[in-house]
Structure formats: C-alpha cells, structure tokens
C-alpha cells in the first residue's frame, strides 16, 4: 500500500511573510476534521507511567508492567511488542543507571527521533506533506540561556543513549534539538495535563495566529486538526502556539521567546481584547495609569516566582501550603488594582485551583473555578479547549461531591 503523499482538502504553499504554511482547498466546517496525523515519534512523561500505557496512551487500570526493567507499562503483549522498538533505547539503560538514569524529556523524545530515522528508509504516515528534515529549527537564533540547556540535553543523550544509538555530530544535534524546541507536541488529556512529547511534521507545517481557524486534539498519541471557524478555499490554516488569554505583548514576548516571531494578526494588529483582558476595579476616583501599569509589573514578575516555586514543590523542596499563600497574597495584592476578570487575576486563581486539587481540597477548588469559568468564556475564542477542560473539571468535581445537577450542567458545556 503505497503511502499518499498529499491531505485530501489541503495544499502547502508559501504564507506571506511566514514562509510554508498550509491551506484548504475545499470548504470545512466548525468542528470538521481537516486531518489527523500519527506521531512521527513520540514519548510518554516519566509521570505518568503507571497510568498510561506507553505505545498507545491509553489510560487504565491493571496495564502490564514490563519485565525487564519494571518500569515501563502497557496495555498487553501487542502494544509491548509495538513499543520495543523505541523502549529498548531505555529499557536496560534504566536498570543499570538506577536511580542516576535522568534524561529530560526532550533528550528521550531526541532518542526516539534518531532511532526511527535509522529505521525508516521512506516517508511515513506523519510526513504526507513535510519530512521531518525540512521543520524549521531557527538554530541560529538560539540565545545562550538556551544553548546552554540543549547542551545539558545533549549531554545527557550521550550519558543515557550512546550504548543502544548511534549519534550524529554535535552540530547536527543541536539543529535536531532546536527543531525539536520549536516543533514539538504537548500530547494532553482531556483537562490539558501534559502527558507526554511528540513530533508531528504535517502538524508543524500549520503557522501561528492569535486568532485561529483550528485546534489540535489528541486520540492516544495521534493528532486531531479540527476547524472551529468555518473555512473556505484558500484560506490559510491557523493555530494558536501559546495560550490565548493573555493581553498582546505579553503573547508576543512568549512568542518572540520561543519561536522567534512576532504575530501580525489583526488581533495583534488592534489589540482589541487588551481592555478587557486588563480591566481595572471601578472606583470613584479611577485608577492612575502609573499604578496599574506597576501592578501589570508585579503581576508578571510574581507569575514568573510562581512557576520557580511550583517546581520546587514537585520536587518536595518546597511544601504545596505555601503556593496556596503566595496565590492568596498575590490576589490580595492585585485585587486592590484588577477586576477580579482580570487576565492576571484569573492566571492566579487558576494556578491556585491547581493547588487545591493537589491537596484533594475540592472544595477549594470549586472556589476558584467557579469564578473563573465566564471570564474566560469571554475572554477564549470561541471553541477554546481551555473553557472545555474548565467546564469538564469542574463538572467532576461537582460529581464527586455529589452535587450531580450542577454536575451534569457543567459537563453538558464540555462539547
């Protein structure tokens, strides 16, 4: 069976100003599939294993456990055999280093990456309309911060790897981790946990807009490219690489941080969403803009504290009480300035909702959700999976404490 080398309803051609990009040559509708594409390579989060099976991703109780290294699980005998292939990479390097075997995610996925380009002589399933050699690496762009932590990541490929792979030159390595940087997946569940990395060429073909025409959604490791505008012939396909709720310099300073652009859309263009996303406490007498613009600083900077702490609590150094006092702090501190709709209120509450289910608080949870979910269906376009997997957690925490009309009311909002 040969592979089609083209997408049924799509074409590449070259964006304006964008370089390659891909658009429809026939009408789809919200919520049509344009394509789905199997993973080019792909890896599960050391997280999650034990919870989900490592060739197909599937979530469920009683998975098998693999006999060599014991660490690795699946399914059955069909999707172990299906992995070996990749798994072998690791499977006796785990056993050996013990407790020393600490490759990132990216040096895992990277493994994976060389192993099947040495396997397989031809285009695949996930390359119908870009090999994995012409994604885009912006190599030359890389600031050192970054080049410093790729060649930590390339180190540990040669620690971890060398045994079972052959590597290719240094420099080769670091265009491969750069393309991986600026290309790779974050494969999520239905809440938008991360739970593994992938690499999908056709995916990566699509370029970034603040404003876009598709998501893309996970089935086990492949990926789903489903319109939530209606598109007609012609027109470009658009995704969004980052998340959509923060005001426009803060979305184009994230961009222009990992992916080295800066948007045009018309979105960026007017900045039409940035007084709402921003929105200021009514007062009778209003807020001066020196305030607020220092209260926007201290937002942003306490975010930034926000996820250094939150890695040292994941790795037990620091105890989950005390995120829940610096979210509490924080949204104390800017609720003197911010409307409680406020982007950074929200980032807040989100992150404290966050905290709240890890310490099986879902009272507390249901809090901060409840007083995030419409904003941000106002503030999301329309379709966002960030509302759905809002209405969907809160939906199971309804259920769960067996508040189940709520319960079935929020999950009804999911699709």
């Known amino acids: 069976?040969?592979?089609?080398?083209?997408?049924?309803?799509?074409?590449?051609?070259?964006?304006?100003?964008?370089?390659?990009?891909?658009?429809?040559?026939?009408?789809?509708?919200?919520?049509?599939?344009?394509?789905?594409?199997?993973?080019?390579?792909?890896?599960?989060?050391l997280s999650e294993r034990g919870c989900y099976c490592e060739f197909c991703f599937t979530r469920k109780e009683g998975l098998a456990r693999c006999g060599k290294c014991k660490k690795a699980f699946y399914c059955g005998v069909k999707c172990q055999k299906g992995d070996w292939a990749m798994h072998k990479l690791e499977c006796s390097a785990m056993t050996a280093f013990g407790e020393n075997w600490c490759p990132s995610e990216t040096s895992r996925l990277v493994a994976r990456i060389l192993a099947k380009k040495k396997m397989q002589k031809e285009r695949c399933a996930s390359e119908r309309i870009l090999l994995i050699e012409e994604i885009q690496s912006h190599v030359e762009d890389v600031d050192n911060e970054k080049r410093e932590m790729t060649e930590s990541d390339i180190a540990g490929l040669h620690r971890f790897f060398s045994k079972h792979l052959e590597l290719p030159d240094h420099k080769d390595l670091l265009t491969l981790f750069s393309q991986v940087a600026c290309n790779g997946f974050t494969i999520e569940d239905d809440e938008l946990s991360h739970m593994g990395t992938a690499v999908y060429p056709d995916v990566a073909l699509i370029n970034h807009s603040c404003l876009p025409s598709v998501i893309v959604t996970y089935k086990g490791t492949s990926a789903e490219v489903r319109a939530v505008k209606n598109m007609n012939p012609g027109d470009e396909v658009l995704i969004s690489y980052i998340d959509l709720l923060y005001p426009t310099d803060d979305r184009n300073n994230r961009l222009r941080e990992f992916y080295y652009f800066t948007c045009q859309c018309q979105e960026c263009k007017t900045k039409s969403s940035d007084k709402?996303?921003?929105?200021?406490?009514?007062?009778?007498?209003?807020?001066?803009?020196?305030?607020?613009?220092?209260?926007?600083?201290?937002?942003?900077?306490?975010?930034?504290?926000?996820?250094?702490?939150?890695?040292?609590?994941?790795?037990?150094?620091?105890?989950?009480?005390?995120?829940?006092?610096?979210?509490?702090?924080?949204?104390?501190?800017?609720?003197?300035?911010?409307?409680?709709?406020?982007?950074?209120?929200?980032?807040?509450?989100?992150?404290?909702?966050g905290v709240c289910l890890y310490m099986q608080d879902p009272d507390g949870a249901i809090r901060y959700g409840e007083k995030i979910i419409k904003p941000y269906s106002k503030l999301y376009p329309p379709y966002s999976l960030n509302v759905s997997s809002m209405y969907l957690k809160l939906g199971r925490l309804y259920m769960g404490l067996e508040r189940y009309s709520v319960g079935v009311g929020a999950l009804k909002k999911v699709t």
């Open 1 to 45: 069976q040969r592979l089609e080398l083209s997408i049924e309803g799509l074409e590449r051609f070259d964006s304006p100003g964008k370089g390659r990009g891909l658009r429809v040559t026939r009408p789809f509708k919200v919520g049509e599939l344009l394509f789905s594409s199997p993973a080019y390579s792909f890896v599960l989060s």
């Open 276 to 353: 709402a996303k921003l929105k200021v406490r009514k007062q009778s007498d209003p807020i001066e803009q020196e305030v607020i613009s220092n209260m926007v600083r201290y937002a942003r900077k306490t975010i930034r504290e926000f996820r250094l702490k939150l890695d040292a609590a994941l790795d037990s150094v620091a105890p989950p009480s005390e995120l829940l006092e610096m979210c509490e702090q924080s949204l104390d501190e800017m609720g003197a300035v911010f409307d409680d709709t406020n982007v950074y209120m929200l980032h807040m509450m989100y992150q404290a909702m």
